[in-house]
């Protein structure tokens, strides 16, 4: 069982890690392309379109992280397309469709080395009253944001010990 320590360690770590790296992780127009492209689907099709690409780890396997501009997403390249690029292509959908969209970072906190080995990027979004969990699908409709951030503990990785923190949220007119 992790500390209480632990955790707040991790939590502080993490929250000054996305801080830095908004730095580097800009939000970009959407194209025409995409835009067209978000507008023409509904949340099922878009998902099912999206998780037709290929997964492919950041450089170095991950160590080097980053995420793409949300439109060359659908572009062929052999690195780069990992949990957050889904997630921000996704957040960019919901955004273009009048939903609130926001970003965080889950991690399994049951050891210092393990929160880092299970970082993962999730978004939620709301509209009309009600809140859904993307984890390269979609969850719910669920009441609260915290009822969607919750369904993370089905995954075994994030059932215990686990900690959520705010990344961002995607807003795009």
């Known amino acids: 069982m992790a500390s209480d320590r ?13 801080q830095l790296r908004k730095l580097w992780d800009k939000i970009p ?3 025409e392309e995409f ?15 999206v998780n037709t690409m290929e997964y492919q780890y950041d450089p170095l396997h991950g160590l ?3 995420t793409y501009d949300y439109n060359k997403f659908f572009e062929n390249r052999t690195e780069s397309k990992d949990c957050d690029d889904f997630c921000r292509v996704v957040m960019a ?7 609130e969209a926001k970003e965080y970072v889950v991690c399994s906190c049951t050891s ?3 929160s880092f080995e299970t970082f993962h990027v999730i ?4 509209k009309d009253g009600k809140y859904y969990l993307s984890n390269y699908d979609l969850y719910g409709p669920f009441d609260t944001e915290q009822e969607a951030l919750d369904l993370m503990s089905c995954w075994e990785t994030y059932r215990d010990e ?3 923190v705010f990344y961002r949220e995607i807003k795009i007119l």
């Open 35 to 49: 835009r067209n492209l978000c507008m023409s689907m509904d949340f099922r099709e878009f998902v099912d379109y």
């Open 29 to 31: 127009e959407p194209t």
């Open 123 to 126: 978004g939620t979004l709301h």
């Open 6 to 18: 632990l955790k707040s360690f991790v939590k502080t770590g993490t929250k000054i890690y996305l």
């Open 112 to 114: 210092l080395l393990k």
């Open 64 to 66: 080097l992280d980053n």
């Open 93 to 99: 959908w919901g955004s273009l469709n009048g939903y």
């Open 162 to 164: 686990r900690i959520t």
